[in-house]
């Protein structure tokens, strides 16, 4: 089946210093991934939509210019953590369609990325 | 806004037991709803899904019934296994797969 990879899983950093987050389709390409956040025994929130070839849409509360979104290629779109202070320290899990899939076909998501800054 | 919210766990269970993950739902229109599952060190999966009231969702033995009078979505499975053993997330969305609104999720762990 449809498998979506994120790298790294989990991650470590200082205050101040950026991370970024990878989201890979393996067999599949991409247009369109979505990338969530997860605060602990919280929902899934969605933070942005990352469109190939184009800028990335943000949700409403979301800082463009912190979270950095770069969709590339068809198959990999990256979440740039900018000057990371220890709020951002979550769960980040992304979501991506398959373009060969049928209309309204549903999400593939990856196994998410645990960061936490110190 | 739209909102979901589904009740917390740990949900602990025997194997064999019957198995109601409670969900509701707020929305301004007529969204599909969903459940998603998260095993153990995988992403997750749709597990099932309901487009319209009334509709029933099953999947794996799984089954949820869209309750617009209640609006509800509860999950249920008559008979678990320790293999259900996974975190469970009720979602909707107004426009299709695209913008979907989560629940916290809830964790079941099934005993043998």
């Known amino acids: 089946g449809a498998v979506v990879s994120q790298h790294p899983s989990w991650v470590i950093c200082k205050s101040g210093t950026s991370v970024k987050i990878e989201c890979r389709s393996l067999d599949f390409q991409a247009t369109t991934m979505f990338w969530y956040r997860q605060f602990p025994k919280q929902s899934l929130m969605l933070m942005a939509t990352?469109?190939?070839?184009?800028?990335?849409?943000?949700e409403q509360g979301v800082e463009k210019d912190k979270f950095l979104i770069n969709h590339a290629s068809l198959t990999l779109s990256t979440l740039t953590v900018t000057s990371a202070h220890p709020e951002d320290s979550s769960f980040y899990i992304c979501?991506?369609?398959?373009?060969?899939?049928?209309?309204?076909?549903?999400?593939?998501f990856g196994n998410g990325t645990r960061l936490t800054v110190t | 806004g739209d909102s979901v919210t589904q009740m917390e766990g740990p949900v602990t269970l025997s194997e064999e037991a019957f198995l109601t993950i409670n969900c509701t739902y707020t929305?301004?229109?007529?969204?599909?709803l969903f459940w998603y599952v998260q095993y153990p060190g995988e992403g997750l999966q749709l597990l099932l899904k309901a487009t319209k009231a009334d509709d029933k969702g099953s999947n794996k033995g799984f089954e949820a019934t869209y309750r617009k009078e209640t609006t509800s979505f509860h999950l249920e499975k008559g008979s678990v296994q320790v293999s259900d053993s996974a975190v469970y997330f009720c979602?909707?969305?107004?426009?299709?797969?695209?913008?979907?609104?989560f629940g916290a999720g809830t964790r079941l762990a099934v005993h043998p």
């Open positions: 979501s991506a369609r398959d373009d060969g899939g049928v209309t309204n076909s549903p999400l593939h």
């Open positions: 990352s469109n190939e070839g184009s800028k990335a849409t943000y």
């Open positions: 979602a909707l969305s107004e426009g299709g797969y695209n913008k979907l609104i």
């Open positions: 929305a301004t229109g007529y969204p599909s």
